[in-house]
């Protein structure tokens, strides 16, 4: 699904650059969790991903162009911009072109926010806007979703919910999921896969050995 082969990026051309030799391969049907310290790159290598930034060096290449992303929440929390849960999402399926009217009530439903459709968006709490934002990237039924944080700023119980509902989706649909994580809790109980970003390089690291090793976290509880 996602190909991506010795990888460099720079800021206005400052070495060393923030990314540097990044291998990554990954398969569709995959959930990959993305995670390392604040500043290495996590974000950076997403917007290559997203097409928003162009590597300085290497190769990427996307076997899609249904492309899901769903972006940190705090960009519509506490907004004062007066704009309801349906027309948020009813003008993103306008932009995606999407004729069928149908498909934001399905969204909302998929995410069990149907009631919520005349809500403002800056009224919701935190764990209610990333649902949003959530059914807002699955109505294009994107191969690939991109996410920056699902959880960050969201209760224990809507966590939950956010991340049964994605491993439902890359269940029943197959969809290729990448998110950028903190929450480590979620890496170990969803991802099939880890990729830690440190100093400007990547790998792959085996799950269970790197929740044992350094978080003393055991995942079969
Ligand atoms: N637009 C920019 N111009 C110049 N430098 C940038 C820009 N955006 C990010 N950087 C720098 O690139 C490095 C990587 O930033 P990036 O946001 O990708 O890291 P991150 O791993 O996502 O961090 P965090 O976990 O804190 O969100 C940091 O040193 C950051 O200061």
């Known amino acids: 699904m996602v190909n991506i082969e010795h990888l460099c990026f720079s800021y206005n ?4 650059g923030v990314l540097n030799d990044i ?3 990954i398969e569709a049907g995959e959930y990959v969790s993305i995670i390392g310290d604040n500043g290495s790159g996590k974000t950076t290598l997403m ?14 290449s996307i076997e899609t162009k249904e492309i899901g992303y769903v972006p940190q929440k705090s960009d519509y929390a506490n907004s004062a911009f007066p704009v309801t849960v349906f027309e948020v999402l009813d ?23 149907s009631d919520y459709r005349k809500e403002l968006m800056g009224t919701l709490s935190g764990g209610q806007t990333q649902k949003i934002l959530i059914a807002r990237a699955l109505m294009g039924n994107p191969k690939l979703l991109i996410l920056d944080e699902p959880s960050t700023g969201v209760d224990i119980d809507s966590q939950k919910e956010i991340y049964r509902l994605l491993k439902k989706m890359e269940n029943e649909t197959g969809m290729t ?9 979620a890496v170990f109980e969803n991802s099939t896969k880890l990729y830690h970003l440190q100093n400007g390089c990547g790998h792959f690291c085996n799950i269970e050995k790197y929740a044992s090793e350094y978080l003393h976290y055991d995942r079969k509880g």
């Open 177 to 185: 999921i990448v998110a950028v994580e903190h929450n480590f809790e």
């Open 23 to 25: 291998n990554l391969k």
């Open 47 to 60: 917007r290559i991903m997203l097409g928003f930034l162009k590597p300085t060096a290497g190769s990427m």
């Open 13 to 16: 051309g400052i070495q060393p």
């Open 91 to 113: 003008s993103y399926r306008k932009i995606m072109k999407i004729k069928d009217r149908t498909v934001v009530m399905r969204a909302l439903a998929l995410v069990g926010m």
